[in-house]
């Protein structure tokens, strides 16, 4: 990366009315910050700056800043600009480790806090995660909440008769939509007891194999979702939602879902983020919706 010099000088006092100054003296108002350190208030004179970042790096370059004596290793941050002339009005610069970046190394479970399950996670010889078709992973959503229903019973079900009355009173799930369910068991998930049963045996709503299969035959739902730790509930330790309904028709699920009760019941378009891991049981993930 290229390293071009300037040097600014400490600023004065920060504001509209001071900036609004120092530009009238070619004078551009910014500040150095980062590396844990309290932010220096600086002004950079407007001709430098533009020298600095006319050169082949741009933007991109490293910038060996100087104020009043003090040199930074820096990278552009953030530039304003005037919405007409498009000229610098405010610069934020950044500092960097000369010695090298900022990085970590993540080592976690594929099955982590919200999640994706791919199909091979329960049934042998289904799509494994790179395999999944990237277009089932944007779609529309429906949202069944059976809060109500299951409130204080950590082994409520998702039911037909459930899926019935969503359809009577929001019209039918189109197909090929993400199916999400809403059992209010996000808000305890700092509650180990209460959002799973800890230390016991799990706990914890989730779908019946019967609305599953609505779902999944019917209205050919291309992923499951729920607010919980999985989509079959804590007490069905054979799994027969992920091995005998879902997973061997190349659904996948999405598990320990977030806010969906800002969701409306039909209308919002869903994206799924997951990480494209060759042979991937699953992976965190990261879901995204539009709302109406």
């Known amino acids: 990366m290229s390293e071009v010099t300037l040097t600014a000088s400490t600023g004065r006092e920060t504001g509209t009315r001071p900036s609004r100054r120092l530009r009238r003296e070619d004078l551009i108002p910014g500040v150095v910050y980062g590396e844990g350190k309290d932010a220096t208030v600086l002004s950079v004179d407007r001709k430098e700056l533009r020298r600095a970042l006319s050169t082949d790096a741009g933007q991109n370059a490293l910038i060996s800043l100087t104020v009043d004596g003090t040199t930074y290793l820096t990278v552009v941050k953030e530039l304003q600009r005037h919405p007409v002339r498009r000229e610098v009005t405010h610069i934020d610069f950044l500092t960097v480790d000369p010695d090298g970046f900022y990085n970590r190394r993540v080592t976690v479970v594929e099955h982590t806090g919200t999640h994706f399950d791919a ?35 950590p082994d409520g079900l998702l039911l037909p008769e459930h899926v019935h009355a969503f359809e009577a009173r929001h019209g039918r799930i189109p197909d090929g939509a993400i199916a999400l369910v809403r059992t209010g068991w996000e808000e305890f998930n700092t509650d180990p007891a209460r959002y799973a049963g800890a230390p016991g045996p799990l706990r914890f709503p989730g779908y019946g194999a019967d609305a599953a299969r609505i779902l999944v035959n019917d209205r050919h ?6 607010d919980t730790l999985g989509i079959d509930s804590g007490a069905a330790a054979d799994f027969p ?36 891991l060759v042979d991937g049981s699953g992976s965190p993930a990261r879901v995204l919706a539009l709302v109406p």
């Open 119 to 153: 199909p091979c996670h329960m049934v042998d010889g289904t799509a494994r995660l790179h395999e999944i078709d990237p277009a089932t992973l944007a779609r529309p959503a429906a949202v069944i909440d059976i809060s109500a229903e299951v409130a204080g019973n």
């Open 221 to 226: 739902a291309v992923g499951l979702g729920i």
């Open 241 to 276: 939602v992920h091995r005998t309904v879902s997973h061997p028709r190349g659904v996948w699920h999405l598990e320990g879902l977030q806010n969906l009760a800002s969701l409306p019941p039909l209308g919002a378009f869903v994206f799924v983020g997951v990480l494209n």
